[in-house]
């Protein structure tokens, strides 16, 4: 009942910049969390960066300075700006979304977006 479309991954030299978006649709009362994930080849997936609807935003140590997270309410989307990235930062990056939808319960939901895949090369 909740899509996520995400775009803006890609291929980028180490340094370079990425600007990831993330819009959610479908049957949504409200948005509490929106997030960004990554998982990189035989890892676990982790914890990048998320802003909830007030405003508030909590990032990964290894991100901190480097990538931001912002939002905008009336268009239910998430965006995640990268700056000075690493090779490290190399991933398929996933939007995650938690919220409420619009039925008679408010029934909450979280979904997972398709995944870009980021590549920063040294």
């Known amino acids: 009942q909740v899509q996520l479309v995400e775009s803006g991954g890609g291929l980028v030299q180490a340094g370079g910049s990425l600007r990831l978006s993330c819009g959610a649709s479908?049957?949504?009362?409200?948005?509490?969390?929106m997030g960004w994930y990554r998982q990189a080849p035989g890892k676990q997936r982790e914890l990048v960066a998320s802003?909830?609807?007030?405003?508030?935003?909590n990032y990964a140590d290894s991100v901190k300075g480097r990538f931001t997270i912002s939002r905008d309410n009336a268009k239910n989307t998430a965006y995640l700006q990268m700056n000075s990235l690493k090779p490290e930062d190399t991933a398929v990056y996933y939007c995650?979304?938690?919220?409420?939808?619009?039925?008679?319960?408010?029934?909450?939901?979280?979904?997972w977006g398709q995944g870009t895949q980021v590549t920063v090369s040294s």
């Open positions: 802003i909830t609807s007030g405003g508030s935003t």
């Open positions: 479908g049957n949504i009362f409200s948005i509490k969390t």
């Open positions: 995650n979304v938690e919220g409420r939808l619009a039925t008679i319960s408010f029934r909450p939901f979280g979904s």
